[in-house]
């Protein structure tokens, strides 16, 4: 079963390029899907097929400067001229009531992977009343001292080189270490996955591995840094279910560590209902690892948990 393609049209003023699967048993739920950075909303069918076979309808797509979405001032690899944290949690918000319109009454699920993840936090923070669960995989809240550094960084380059060039200093110590961090590496994407197929799908993937603008940088340290505040964390019902995950060798969150930090962060700010759990051994993009299946199906316990059914077939 394949993507439907849509095209949606976001208060933000952005073109939205959405993929829908619909459930293939009785609809139970809804899940809204947020990629990462330098991919796009179309490496998540098989994620999305799975999910479907457990009744939920997903809904994923491509943010600002990523895949088929366009918006004003085009650039790949940039949310916005300006205001682009806003506009893409606009976006985010015009996705989820575009799924609610067509299932009523039916609790929503918020995911996000990496940047995704910070999407996701940051955009159910700023409307906590419109999901009924948060998942963010594999995403760092606490860049700690050298994030400040990296702020600083950008702030200059912003100043001399403008806000829609990469960062080539930003993507050594970011990109160039995590490819460093896997021992024997094949290619400079190892530490992506150690399915050597889906890293291959990635390098051969036109709309991936892209370069990043200074302003996509500075919008994703912002929401790094934001998302794990004590007072926006207090803005999430304390009941709210979420779901956390991170990889024992992901060099994105520190092997975990982040994930750890953030789950310790949101029980101080009075989250009563935060599950976690670190794969060992499995490196950033969990949904495309070799622990994906047990992933995806710890997931799907997890989601039915969320809206109090039980998994199809039992």
């Not at 619909?22 to 809204?32: E, S």
């Not at 940039?78 to 893409?88: E, H, N, Q, Y």
């Not at 015009?94 to 910070?118: C, K, Q, T, Y």
Request: glycine share 10%; aromatic share 8%.
């Amino acid at each position: 079963m394949a993507f439907e393609d849509r095209r949606l049209a976001s208060p933000s003023g952005a073109d939205l390029a959405v993929y829908h699967l619909p459930a293939t048993t009785p609809t139970r739920g809804v899940l809204l899907v947020n990629h990462g950075v330098a991919e796009h909303g179309r490496r998540y069918i098989d994620f999305a097929r799975s999910m479907a076979a457990q009744g939920f309808a997903v809904y994923v797509h491509d943010h600002r400067g990523h895949g088929a979405t366009r918006s004003p001032a085009e650039l790949q690899g940039r949310f916005a001229p300006d205001g682009g944290v806003d506009a893409v949690l606009t976006d985010v918000a015009a996705v989820r009531n575009e799924a609610a319109s067509e299932h009523p009454g039916l609790p929503i699920i918020l995911f996000g992977h990496s940047m995704g993840g910070l999407v996701a936090l940051n955009a159910a923070e700023r409307d906590p009343e419109l999901y009924d669960g948060l998942a963010i995989w594999n995403s760092n809240f606490h860049p700690g001292l050298l994030g400040r550094l990296g702020q600083r960084v950008l702030a200059i380059e912003r100043m001399l080189k403008g806000s829609d060039v990469p960062s080539p200093l930003i993507a050594r110590f970011t990109f160039g270490e995590w490819a460093r961090s896997v021992a024997h590496r094949r290619t400079d994407f190892d530490w992506l996955s150690r399915n050597p197929a889906e890293v291959d799908a990635y390098i051969a993937d036109p709309l991936c591995g892209f370069d990043i603008t200074v302003s996509l940088w500075v919008e994703m340290l912002r929401m790094c840094f934001a998302g794990g505040e004590l007072d926006r964390l207090r803005r999430l019902p304390p009941q709210m279910p979420v779901n956390l995950v991170g990889g024992g060798e992901d060099p994105v969150t520190k092997k975990g560590k982040a994930t750890v930090w953030l789950q310790a962060r949101m029980k101080k700010a009075g989250l009563q209902r935060v599950t976690t759990m670190i794969y060992p051994g499995a490196r950033h993009d969990t949904l495309k690892d070799t622990v994906r299946e047990r992933a995806i199906q710890a997931f799907s316990v997890w989601c039915l948990g969320v809206i109090g059914r039980p998994s199809v077939g039992t």
